[in-house]
């Protein structure tokens, strides 16, 4: 057999979850879990719609950017981005999502799972206010499920040992991808341009 079908396979090649692990999953978001979204500059959100086509994207902001309401509420405010709304679009046809908190140096994250709402209210907004803009909505985090995650994965991948950063321009501008994802017959604007636009735009 190659292809697993059912869990009882899956857990026969696994094992039972280790005790630690389950213990440690929480329904609401305790001090430490606090600490860690309070020093959080980025998040990944995942999201799917109710055909369960899936997408994850990048949240960030300066550390704390997301606000705690109480432990069971957050609020990530939402930055303007490319206006093609696939997390939004998404929480508004299944309001079930998954946050992934990291920490600059530090190999744990945090795992917030729940549900959301799109809001607009004034006062959640300039709560997320920031020193360049007002956000347009928030994103109103329901907690279901917190737990800090082990540090492996980032340890495997090295991800903040600076002698694991690449030159940026060993890799393709994005004027380069862009030209070949679109087809175009130039490049429009070189990598020093477009970040120069990027940051009139954060």
């Given at each position: 057999m190659t292809t697993l079908t059912s869990l009882?396979?899956?857990?026969a090649y696994y094992g039972p979850a280790k005790t630690r692990s389950v213990q440690k999953q929480l329904a609401y978001l305790?001090?430490?879990?606090?600490?860690?979204?309070?020093?959080?500059?980025?998040?990944?959100?995942?999201?799917?719609?109710?055909?369960?086509?899936?997408?994850?994207?990048?949240?960030?902001?300066?550390?704390?950017?997301?606000?705690?309401l109480d432990q069971q509420r957050l609020l990530i405010p939402d930055a303007p981005g490319n206006?093609?709304?696939?997390?939004?679009?998404?929480?508004?046809?299944?309001?079930r999502l998954g946050l992934?908190?990291?920490?600059?140096?530090?190999?744990?994250?945090?795992?917030?799972?729940g549900r959301a709402s799109l809001d607009t209210r004034m006062e959640w907004r300039e709560l997320c206010q920031d020193e360049r803009r007002l956000p347009k909505l928030v994103i109103c985090v329901e907690v279901e499920e917190a737990y800090i995650h082990c540090a492996k994965a980032l340890m495997r991948a090295k991800l903040w040992d600076p002698g694991s950063q690449i030159e940026r321009s060993s890799f393709p501008s994005m004027g380069e991808i862009m030209r070949d994802h679109i087809g175009e017959q130039e490049i429009q604007e070189s990598q020093a341009q477009m970040l120069a636009r990027y940051q009139q735009e954060l």
């Amino acid at each position: 057999m190659t292809t697993l079908t059912s869990l009882d396979q899956l857990r026969a090649y696994y094992g039972p979850a280790k005790t630690r692990s389950v213990q440690k999953q929480l329904a609401y978001l305790d001090p430490h879990c606090q600490h860690f979204i309070q020093r959080s500059p980025l998040l990944l959100l995942a999201s799917s719609n109710q055909a369960g086509w899936l997408d994850t994207s990048p949240r960030g902001g300066a550390p704390g950017f997301c606000k705690i309401l109480d432990q069971q509420r957050l609020l990530i405010p939402d930055a303007p981005g490319n206006n093609r709304l696939d997390s939004l679009a998404n929480l508004l046809e299944n309001p079930r999502l998954g946050l992934l908190f990291l920490l600059p140096g530090v190999d744990e994250t945090l795992r917030v799972n729940g549900r959301a709402s799109l809001d607009t209210r004034m006062e959640w907004r300039e709560l997320c206010q920031d020193e360049r803009r007002l956000p347009k909505l928030v994103i109103c985090v329901e907690v279901e499920e917190a737990y800090i995650h082990c540090a492996k994965a980032l340890m495997r991948a090295k991800l903040w040992d600076p002698g694991s950063q690449i030159e940026r321009s060993s890799f393709p501008s994005m004027g380069e991808i862009m030209r070949d994802h679109i087809g175009e017959q130039e490049i429009q604007e070189s990598q020093a341009q477009m970040l120069a636009r990027y940051q009139q735009e954060l």
